[in-house]
């Protein structure tokens, strides 16, 4: 898994756009973002640019990962005033630990791909030319084995995160409507179409 292009892998949401999230959407999301199935398939991505928002919280449902030495990194949902529930409250926290985890989700910064690998975030940087090399490569080597071993294994890995994010899905959901309905959601997306800081009381 790719980003088009040279400037993201993907940066999520368009904030500018019709936020609302109702049942459907909500599973729309959780189906792109490979949240709440388990699936067979091992994933390796290539983050050849940003990987922000619903991008970060994409990559983190891929099995192996590296990234361009310019790739930016962060959840900067709780800048504008948007719960991330796209299962980064539940994964980061397994993928990378606490406090990591806890300082990407509250301070809502930008790191940059030296720092991700070394939190974790990414197995290892590689030199944007060379990125979809290393990913056919990586992808080749797993091909090599038994599908059927390869498959159980991923399953097995796959299940037990979507097992445990389903028993958070109800309060992902309810938080994430508390905060839409706040007059701070109205003040963040304000202040994003308006590319100013907000002014949150």
Do not use: C
């Given at each position: 898994?790719?980003?088009?292009?040279?400037?993201a892998?993907?940066v999520?949401a368009?904030?500018?756009?019709?936020?609302?999230?109702g049942?459907?959407v909500?599973?729309?999301?959780n189906?792109?973002?490979?949240?709440?199935?388990?699936?067979?398939?091992?994933i390796v991505?290539a983050v050849?640019?940003?990987c922000?928002?619903?991008?970060?919280?994409?990559?983190?449902?891929?099995?192996?990962?590296?990234a361009?030495?310019?790739?930016?990194?962060?959840?900067?949902?709780?800048?504008?005033s948007i719960?991330?529930?796209?299962g980064?409250?539940?994964?980061?926290?397994?993928?990378?630990g606490?406090v990591h985890?806890m300082?990407l989700?509250?301070?809502?910064?930008?790191?940059?791909?030296?720092?991700?690998?070394?939190l974790?975030?990414?197995?290892?940087?590689?030199?944007?030319?060379?990125?979809?090399?290393?990913a056919?490569?990586?992808?080749?080597?797993?091909?090599?084995?038994s599908?059927?071993?390869?498959?159980?294994?991923?399953?097995?890995?796959?299940?037990t995160?979507a097992?445990?994010?389903?028993?958070r899905e109800?309060?992902?959901?309810q938080?994430?409507?508390?905060?839409?309905?706040?007059?701070?959601?109205?003040?963040g997306?304000?202040a994003?179409?308006?590319?100013?800081?907000?002014?949150?009381?």
């Open positions: 898994m790719t980003g088009a292009g040279q400037r892998f993907t999520g368009d904030v500018s756009g019709d936020l609302s999230a049942p459907e909500a599973r729309m999301v189906h792109a973002l490979l949240k709440n199935d388990p699936y067979s398939k091992p991505a050849n640019g940003d922000v928002g619903g991008g970060l919280e994409l990559m983190l449902s891929t099995d192996i990962r590296a361009a030495p310019e790739a930016r990194f962060g959840l900067t949902e709780v800048k504008w719960y991330p529930f796209g980064s409250t539940i994964k980061l926290i397994q993928q990378i606490y985890a300082d989700l509250l301070t809502a910064r930008l790191i940059h791909a030296e720092e991700a690998a070394r974790g975030l990414v197995n290892r940087l590689v030199p944007r030319s060379e990125l979809m090399g290393w056919i490569e990586t992808a080749e080597m797993i091909a090599a084995n599908p059927s071993a390869v498959q159980a294994v991923k399953r097995q890995v796959s299940a995160i097992d445990h994010a389903l028993t109800a309060l992902e959901q938080l994430g409507d508390e905060v839409r309905a706040s007059p701070h959601f109205a003040e997306i304000a994003f179409r308006e590319k100013r800081r907000p002014r949150y009381e």
